[in-house]
């Protein structure tokens, strides 16, 4: 049911030696902790070993004991813990279980989560590539890549959609470089919008090429003149100046310009057919210019 189960135990009351139990169920996603619908039974005792607590009334529960070993409760008999697993009075219900167990678990009716396998990354001509392998994939929507953000926040900037492939396979994303160090993670969602992350990956990038903007739509230029800004690799704030062929100043607009931001568009709206020239002043100084001629 997407639950997670924990068995508790408790002195009651305090100071008496006697001990009981009690099986909880809490949702991931609310936090809320709610009790099974079986009442608090006496903790079991080597002298009493079938006084355990109600487990379950199906047959869904796994348990963990204290040496290691697992039981599932798929008889209807219950089970005692002597070292081993036995099943006694195999005929009667409920199942119940030495009070010694460590933790108990709802086997959930899906898939187990994705096992994530050598998530890494690789710069490529200024750009990185994230590679990831995965094993018993199933169940799984997509994968997102996420980065995190000078707030420390991690953002989504790339999916992939997953393949459900029994057999250990690949996938590999690339993405612009935003920053001298990049730090990101998988984050692996399921069809029923479970979700888990992988391990985080730092990458310390060593692109140096230089900054340039181009005019991409330089033979149909008519309402509006595409920029398309290169090697940027942080948000940076840009004031774009359009000049005709005179000197004079006929248009202005400030744009925001990252690692994510391909091209932007310039309005020529009401400009006459001309060589026009563009100019690009960034915050911290640096200048770009380009030339096109509108029709």
Not at 135 to 154: D, P
Not at 175 to 198: C, E, H, W, Y
Not at 232 to 239: I, L, P
Request: charged content about 15%; some cysteine.
């Amino acid at each position: 049911d997407g639950n997670l189960d924990t068995y508790v135990s408790f002195e009651s009351p305090a100071g008496s030696g006697v001990f009981k139990g009690q099986l909880l169920k809490e949702s991931p996603l609310t936090g809320v902790v709610t009790c099974y619908p079986a009442s608090v039974l006496p903790f079991a005792s080597a002298s009493n070993e079938t006084a355990g607590v109600l487990i379950t009334s199906t047959n869904d529960i796994e348990v963990l004991f204290t040496n290691g070993s697992t039981y599932k409760a798929n008889t209807t008999g219950p089970g005692v813990y002597t070292g081993g697993i036995t099943l006694i009075n195999a005929s009667s219900i409920p199942y119940q279980l030495r009070g010694d167990l460590a933790s108990c678990s709802g086997t959930i009716n899906g898939p187990l989560p994705v096992t994530f396998v050598g998530f890494c990354a690789t710069e490529v001509d200024c750009k990185v590539n994230y590679h990831w392998g995965v094993e018993l994939e199933l169940n799984v929507a997509r994968y997102e890549l996420q980065l995190l953000n000078n707030a420390g926040a991690f953002n989504t900037v790339a999916q992939v959609t997953a393949t459900n492939s029994p057999l250990k396979h690949s996938y590999s994303l690339l993405v612009p470089i935003n920053g001298k160090t990049m730090t990101a993670r998988l984050k692996q969602i399921d069809f029923d919008g479970r979700f888990t992350f992988s391990n985080t990956v730092v990458l310390r990038t060593v692109c140096e090429k230089t900054k340039t903007c181009t005019i991409v739509n330089n033979a149909a230029i008519t309402n509006m003149v595409q920029v398309k800004w290169n090697n940027f690799r942080t948000t940076e704030n840009v004031a774009v100046a359009v000049y005709n062929a005179y000197g004079a100043q006929v248009s202005k607009q400030n744009v925001v310009v990252t690692a994510f931001t391909d091209i932007t568009s310039i309005p020529l709206n009401n400009l006459a057919s001309g060589t026009y020239f563009l100019t690009a002043l960034s915050a911290s100084g640096e200048k770009y210019t380009a030339s096109f001629i509108k029709k």
